[in-house]
């Protein structure tokens, strides 16, 4: 009674005479959970006849449809001093794929740049050269069939922290972010980048999950339409956290974390300066999938655990390491509720 038929991103729902999608269905419903259900649900066909997966619960009846073309979201871009922005875009099918970007600008200001992605190839985009110097840009990538989509970004930050970090876009705009990771302490700065694609303002909450303190609410702040905002969180939250976020939002957003780190090592010992920026995730899990680590000299490796719930929970980390390195070790860690741990593999 179950089908495995790959029913991605899109979906629809039908009452018993007419269709709303994605950005007219209830408030609180987001593609993520049907992304998660729609591979247990039942096989069927939508009322007008097309194939589809049907997901039921006791409210209402949703038909989750694959989708035959792609959407990936960016929501931190700058290109401003040294700071160089690609988008790199891969069609591994047999046919071209046009794509459409849209930029996004602080301003609510739009531009638009279409491009042809030849077959079993890739096209780079400088971002810097489509738009101008000094913009705080975001991005949406359409596209006629499935590309992959990643932002490169090569910087020289502050004083002198220079690197680059590369991030995959998002599928879609969810009403929750969530950030495990996070932390203001001295040579840190970290920032959250929001994109609201929508044609509503978006009203935003911050609950930072501290690991000193408990929980923190940041809230009264907004995003307007086909806008984006940078929210640097040494002056949302203050100095010296080591913090977890859950970004919520009343209308659908995309929001990253771009960090920027001179960093000392943990025995004062090393002088590590540089960038990461990663796409938030839109829903929790109870298992999470690590294939890196090392503890050996000159790396440093860290868990950060964040715990949103209202209840106290135990983390089981199960290490596996490599040939000829010994048996798995599994770790249990206690989270607070409202907080979260930070684990220092090496130890």
């Known amino acids: 009674?179950?089908?495995?038929?790959?029913?991605?991103l899109r979906y629809m729902?039908?009452?018993?005479?007419?269709?709303?999608?994605?950005e007219t269905v209830a408030a609180g419903i987001e593609p993520a959970f049907f992304l998660m259900e729609a591979p247990l649900c039942s096989a069927g066909a939508s009322p007008?006849?097309?194939?589809?997966?049907?997901?039921?619960?006791?409210?209402?009846?949703?038909?989750?449809?694959?989708?035959?073309?792609?959407?990936?979201?960016?929501?931190?871009?700058?290109?401003?001093?040294?700071?160089?922005?690609?988008?790199?875009l891969a069609n591994p099918q047999g046919a071209d794929i046009q794509s459409t970007i849209t930029y996004m600008f602080t301003d609510g200001n739009t531009q638009v740049q279409?491009?042809?992605?030849?077959?079993?190839?890739?096209?780079?985009?400088?971002?810097?050269?489509?738009?101008?110097p000094d913009r705080e840009v975001s991005a949406k990538v359409e596209s006629s069939g499935d590309v992959a989509a990643e932002r490169p970004m090569y910087f020289d930050y502050g004083d002198g922290w220079d690197g680059g970090h590369v991030v995959k876009g998002a599928p879609w705009p969810a009403?929750?972010?969530?950030?495990?990771?996070?932390?203001?302490?001295?040579?840190?700065?970290?920032?959250?980048?929001?994109?609201?694609?929508?044609?509503?303002?978006?009203?935003?909450?911050?609950?930072?999950q501290t690991q000193s303190e408990g929980e923190k609410v940041i809230s009264?702040?907004?995003?307007?339409?086909?806008?984006?905002?940078?929210?640097?969180?040494?002056?949302?939250?203050?100095?010296?956290?080591?913090?977890?976020?859950?970004?919520?939002?009343?209308?659908p957003i995309v929001a990253e974390?771009?960090?920027?780190?001179?960093?000392?090592?943990?025995?004062?010992?090393?002088?590590w300066q540089g960038g990461h920026c990663v796409m938030g995730i839109p829903f929790l899990s109870n298992d999470y999938y690590f294939a890196e680590g090392t503890t050996r000299?000159?790396?440093?490796?860290?868990?950060?655990?964040?715990?949103?719930?209202?209840?106290?929970?135990?983390?089981d980390a199960t290490y596996y390491l490599g040939e000829g390195q010994g048996a798995p070790v599994t770790k249990p860690y206690d989270v607070p509720a409202d907080s979260r741990r930070t684990v220092y593999v090496p130890s």
């Not at 990936?72 to 700058?78: I, L, N, Q, T």
């Not at 279409?114 to 101008?132: E, K, W």
């Not at 974390?257 to 002088?271: E, I, K, L, T, V």
Request: with cysteine; net charge negative; aromatic share 14%.
């Open 257 to 271: 974390r771009p960090m920027y780190f001179d960093y000392r090592g943990a025995n004062s010992d090393q002088n």
């Open 297 to 315: 000299g000159g790396f440093e490796e860290w868990l950060t655990i964040q715990n949103p719930g209202a209840s106290d929970i135990v983390v």
């Open 13 to 22: 729902k039908h009452d018993g005479s007419s269709w709303s999608g994605p």
């Open 175 to 208: 009403i929750n972010w969530f950030f495990a990771e996070g932390y203001t302490g001295e040579g840190f700065d970290e920032y959250i980048c929001v994109l609201n694609p929508g044609d509503h303002n978006a009203n935003l909450t911050f609950r930072f």
């Open 114 to 132: 279409d491009i042809m992605v030849p077959a079993q190839s890739r096209v780079t985009v400088d971002v810097n050269a489509v738009v101008g």
């Open 1 to 8: 009674p179950y089908s495995t038929l790959p029913c991605r």
């Open 48 to 88: 007008d006849g097309v194939p589809c997966c049907v997901y039921e619960d006791s409210a209402s009846l949703f038909y989750v449809r694959e989708s035959t073309q792609s959407t990936a979201y960016f929501a931190e871009g700058f290109t401003a001093g040294d700071f160089q922005e690609f988008l790199c």
């Open 220 to 251: 009264d702040y907004m995003v307007e339409p086909h806008s984006r905002m940078t929210f640097r969180v040494n002056d949302l939250l203050g100095s010296d956290y080591q913090t977890s976020l859950k970004l919520e939002s009343d209308r």
